[in-house]
């Protein structure tokens, strides 16, 4: 008996961007319930291949098929209309429409003609039950939480009642409740016989929900992995990583003790928007103190307050035992206080411009000639200079930042902190969407700036980023500190049960 026919295939499936060849030969398979993990370093192909399933790029060479038929996508439409349904990192929502009209986008119900907005809202209502939402299907979606809009990307995708579902980084902006209600939905989906491709950084991810995997590497096809649970997780686990990097990755956090020095950071019952109550705490010369909760503890807006972004109501902020009230980014900056931002590609960078402005971008202010003109020796030498130390791969110092992976995109804001005089370091989700290699690399970064006398505040959802990173551990939740944890004493156990809302329980 014959073996039934993958409900996805893709057969030497090849793309080159000019002379960057993006897919060199890519073949593997998907059968009906399973769920595979596509996985790579930054640049290894997988945004690429997403890209040829949705019909956003048409394959150089090799065909995709659908169920045995091969598919020849000219647009995005197409590839819904055979059935696929791509979720990017990158968020498809229009933030001035309501929730139940980004569910329901493109297939709004009618009558005589007329939208049926009953109808709508009902629709909406059964999809955000679905999802675990107790949202009103009027709201405004840019109204939402990023978490909660990553939710509603992910039911307008069910709502298609796609056969194949692909997700790209889909809990990057969820929380663990979150989490754990998509990886239900993804499992009901499995059950129901969908193919699911699930690309993702995060290796406990892989093992809770993915049943087989493939790993990508400059392009080809390096392992196909066709079941996870055939010997124990963490050789599994060595070998995916081997797999995708192409060497060993020992201690991939580098953490090590170091001498600390006195308070370079201090809040004292700081108050302002978000904060649920006075918060204070102190950050070291040469101190990384993790931040960690759940979506809406308080995290982002504790570091913005901070940074200057939003103004504080009372209590008072310390660099270096002077008091400093931010009314501003530039005031922050000015005091050494500096931030890389949660979401880098809205916040942290230009991307029409080039790594060189980028990198240049602060401390070109102080490298003027006569006060006014650009000095294009400094400029090209200091960008050179962070390029090589933070080994940014790019083609040249002149190539668009946007083109740049996630981790380099990251080591590009972090060499404009480095241009300045920087006494503060706050990092607001520091590897989000980057692979394990790049993630190594930032690390090594953060923990020479800490050697060097920076202090560092980080906020991670990655609790074992946080763990493995981190001198001490301040939990928030519901926007107040709840606990501050030692190294030797923080523990996943122990950090979750000062994160979650008083009615939970840390999961058995």
Same mark, same amino acid.
């Given at each position: 008996? %014959?073996?039934?026919? @993958?409900?996805?295939?893709f057969e030497s499936?090849s793309?080159s961007?000019?002379?960057?060849?993006?897919l060199?030969?890519?073949?593997?398979a998907?059968?009906?319930?399973?769920v595979?993990?596509?996985l790579?370093?930054n640049? *290894?192909?997988?945004?690429?291949?997403?890209k040829?399933?949705s019909?956003?790029?048409?394959?150089?060479?090799?065909?995709?098929?659908?169920g045995?038929?091969?598919?020849?996508?000219?647009?995005t439409?197409?590839a819904? /209309?055979?059935g696929? *349904?791509?979720?990017?990192?990158e968020l498809?929502?229009? @933030?001035?429409?309501?929730v139940a009209?980004?569910?329901?986008?493109?297939q709004?119900?009618?009558?005589?003609?007329?939208?049926?907005?009953?109808?709508?809202d009902?629709?909406?209502r059964?999809?955000?039950?679905r999802?675990?939402?107790?949202i #009103?299907? /009027?709201?405004?979606?840019g109204?939402l939480?990023?978490g909660?809009r990553?939710?509603?990307?992910?039911?307008k995708?069910?709502?298609r009642?796609?056969?194949i579902?692909?997700f790209?980084e889909?809990?990057s902006?969820?929380?663990?409740r979150?989490?754990?209600r998509?990886?239900e939905?993804?499992?009901?989906?499995? &059950?129901?016989?969908?193919?699911?491709l699930?690309?993702?950084?995060?290796?406990d991810?892989?093992?809770a929900?993915?049943?087989s995997?493939?790993v990508?590497? #400059?392009g080809?096809?390096?392992?196909?992995?066709d079941?996870?649970?055939?010997?124990p997780?963490?050789?599994?686990a060595?070998?995916?990583?081997?797999?995708?990097?192409?060497?060993e990755l020992s201690?991939v956090?580098?953490?090590s003790?170091?001498?600390?020095g006195?308070p370079?950071?201090? !809040?004292?019952?700081l108050?302002?928007?978000?904060? *649920?109550?006075?918060?204070s705490l102190?950050?070291?010369?040469g +101190?990384i103190?993790?931040l960690?909760?759940?979506?809406?503890?308080? /995290?982002?807006?504790?570091?913005?307050?901070v940074?200057?972004? &939003?103004?504080?109501?009372?209590?008072? =902020?310390?660099?270096?035992?002077?008091?400093?009230k931010?009314?501003? @980014?530039r005031?922050a =900056?000015a005091a050494?206080?500096? !931030?890389?931002?949660e979401?880098r $590609?809205k916040?942290?960078?230009?991307?029409v411009?080039s790594?060189?402005e980028?990198?240049?971008?602060s401390?070109?202010r102080?490298?003027? $000639?006569l006060?006014?003109?650009?000095?294009?020796?400094?400029?090209? #030498?200091?960008?050179?200079?962070? =390029?090589q130390?933070?080994?940014? $791969?790019t083609?040249?110092?002149a190539?668009?930042?946007r083109n740049?992976?996630?981790?380099?995109q990251?080591?590009? =804001?972090?060499?404009?902190w480095l241009? +300045?005089?920087?006494?503060?370091?706050?990092?607001d989700e520091?590897t /989000?969407?980057i692979?394990?290699?790049a993630? *190594?690399e930032i690390?090594?970064i953060?923990?020479?700036? %800490?050697?060097?006398?920076? &202090?560092?505040l980080m906020v991670?959802?990655?609790?074992p980023e946080?763990?493995?990173?981190?001198d001490?551990?301040?939990?928030?939740?519901e926007?107040r500190i709840?606990?501050?944890l030692?190294?030797?004493? &923080?523990?996943? +156990? +122990?950090?979750?049960r000062h994160?979650?809302p008083?009615?939970e329980e840390?999961?058995?």
């Amino acid at each position: 008996m %014959a073996p039934p026919e @993958p409900l996805l295939a893709f057969e030497s499936v090849s793309k080159s961007f000019g002379a960057v060849r993006a897919l060199s030969g890519v073949s593997f398979a998907l059968g009906k319930g399973e769920v595979r993990a596509l996985l790579g370093e930054n640049g *290894a192909g997988k945004s690429t291949l997403l890209k040829a399933l949705s019909g956003a790029h048409a394959p150089d060479s090799g065909a995709i098929r659908i169920g045995g038929e091969e598919q020849r996508f000219g647009s995005t439409q197409a590839a819904f /209309r055979a059935g696929i *349904a791509v979720i990017y990192q990158e968020l498809q929502l229009v @933030p001035e429409l309501s929730v139940a009209e980004n569910l329901l986008l493109g297939q709004l119900p009618s009558r005589a003609g007329l939208l049926d907005a009953r109808a709508r809202d009902a629709r909406a209502r059964e999809l955000l039950a679905r999802l675990g939402l107790e949202i #009103d299907p /009027r709201t405004r979606l840019g109204s939402l939480s990023l978490g909660q809009r990553q939710m509603v990307e992910i039911g307008k995708a069910l709502a298609r009642g796609a056969r194949i579902l692909a997700f790209d980084e889909p809990t990057s902006s969820l929380s663990q409740r979150e989490t754990e209600r998509l990886f239900e939905l993804i499992r009901e989906l499995s &059950a129901a016989g969908h193919a699911i491709l699930y690309v993702t950084h995060r290796m406990d991810e892989v093992f809770a929900v993915c049943t087989s995997a493939t790993v990508l590497r #400059d392009g080809a096809l390096v392992k196909t992995f066709d079941r996870l649970d055939h010997a124990p997780r963490t050789a599994v686990a060595a070998e995916i990583v081997r797999s995708m990097v192409g060497r060993e990755l020992s201690d991939v956090h580098g953490w090590s003790a170091r001498d600390l020095g006195a308070p370079r950071l201090e !809040l004292r019952a700081l108050e302002g928007p978000g904060l *649920a109550a006075p918060c204070s705490l102190d950050v070291r010369r040469g +101190e990384i103190v993790g931040l960690f909760g759940l979506v809406g503890a308080g /995290r982002t807006e504790l570091l913005r307050l901070v940074y200057g972004v &939003a103004r504080s109501t009372g209590g008072r =902020i310390l660099v270096d035992g002077q008091t400093v009230k931010p009314r501003s @980014p530039r005031d922050a =900056i000015a005091a050494g206080v500096v !931030l890389a931002p949660e979401d880098r $590609k809205k916040e942290g960078i230009v991307p029409v411009r080039s790594v060189l402005e980028n990198i240049n971008l602060s401390a070109r202010r102080r490298n003027l $000639k006569l006060g006014s003109v650009l000095d294009s020796t400094w400029e090209r #030498d200091n960008a050179a200079l962070h =390029i090589q130390q933070l080994a940014i $791969k790019t083609p040249s110092p002149a190539t668009p930042v946007r083109n740049l992976s996630g981790g380099n995109q990251q080591k590009v =804001i972090l060499a404009r902190w480095l241009s +300045e005089s920087i006494k503060i370091l706050l990092l607001d989700e520091p590897t /989000r969407g980057i692979d394990v290699g790049a993630r *190594a690399e930032i690390y090594r970064i953060v923990q020479e700036l %800490a050697r060097s006398g920076v &202090a560092v505040l980080m906020v991670s959802s990655d609790l074992p980023e946080v763990l493995g990173l981190s001198d001490r551990v301040l939990v928030m939740r519901e926007g107040r500190i709840s606990q501050e944890l030692a190294r030797r004493e &923080a523990s996943e +156990e +122990e950090v979750l049960r000062h994160a979650l809302p008083l009615d939970e329980e840390v999961p058995a």
